[in-house]
């Protein structure tokens, strides 16, 4: 893909941010109406509007769209595709915990090649890619230097369809005990730009989908840092995710 065609994509991107920060924002005034519940996972109607303005914008482009809500099947996407998250941290939107973000992601040959990420709750923009230098509101950002896991903090969550099996529970809490802290925030997206502006030094995540870290690898790489995506399930669109300062593993 074309330099000149990624930074194209990359603004068209970032101008679909405006409109969908003012419905998020318009929509907590009404939140408990519109929350319905399945499981343990929560959804919104704001969701699903985020969603489709997003869509609008994006059918532009001509490329297939990957979104977390309406779906879309392996064999409808091709080689290029957009991945998109609506509103990343539902659960804490709804609750009124200001740590959420709209994602999207441009994918080629199943690499993030370009992602935005806006936490429109702080007013910040995260954009990065294969040919541009990660950025914060324009101002560039790296990667944080720490080298050993116990001066590190990492960040990780437990998605919906955990094993909480007293084995799995056991090897957690041994690989917690190597890092200095451990925190768990509820937004894969923001994990991400905390990885990419070095606040924190790794992100890790199993099973989770790949709406929710896309956008966050290819900012995280193009911070100087790397993006591991492994295990990648195409009916399911779930996957293992590693994103780190490139010095800690």
């Known amino acids: ?112 090649v370009l992602g935005v990420i806006y936490d429109f709750e702080n007013d910040f923009m995260y954009e990065g890619s294969i040919y541009t230098k990660a950025k914060k509101n324009n101002k560039e950002i790296n990667v944080s230097n720490v080298t050993e896991k116990n001066r590190a903090i990492l960040l990780t969550g437990l998605p919906n369809k955990s094993d909480f099996s007293e084995v799995v529970i056991s090897k957690l809490i041994n690989d917690f005990q190597n890092w200095k802290k451990v925190r768990m925030i509820g937004s894969a997206a923001i994990a991400s730009t905390y990885v990419a502006s070095g606040k924190v030094d790794l992100y890790k995540e199993f099973n989770t989908f790949l709406w929710d870290i896309a956008a966050g690898a290819a900012i995280v790489e193009s911070a100087g840092g790397t993006a591991i995506i492994e295990n990648y399930d195409d009916s399911s669109f779930q996957v293992d995710v590693v994103l780190s300062n490139s010095k800690i593993s």
């Open 1 to 112: 893909m074309k330099k000149r065609v990624i930074k194209k994509q990359l603004q068209s991107e970032i101008k679909t941010y405006e409109q969908t920060s003012k419905l998020l924002l318009k929509k907590k005034l009404t939140i408990n109406l519109e929350t319905f519940v399945s499981s343990r996972d929560t959804k919104l109607l704001a969701d699903t509007e985020s969603e489709n303005l997003i869509k609008t914008h994006l059918l532009e482009s001509n490329f297939p769209i990957l979104a977390e809500e309406s779906g879309k099947s392996s064999e409808d996407l091709g080689s290029i595709y957009w991945v998109v998250d609506p509103l990343d941290g539902t659960v804490n939107y709804s609750r009124d915990i200001p740590i959420c973000a709209v994602s999207i992601s441009l994918v080629k040959d199943s690499k993030p």
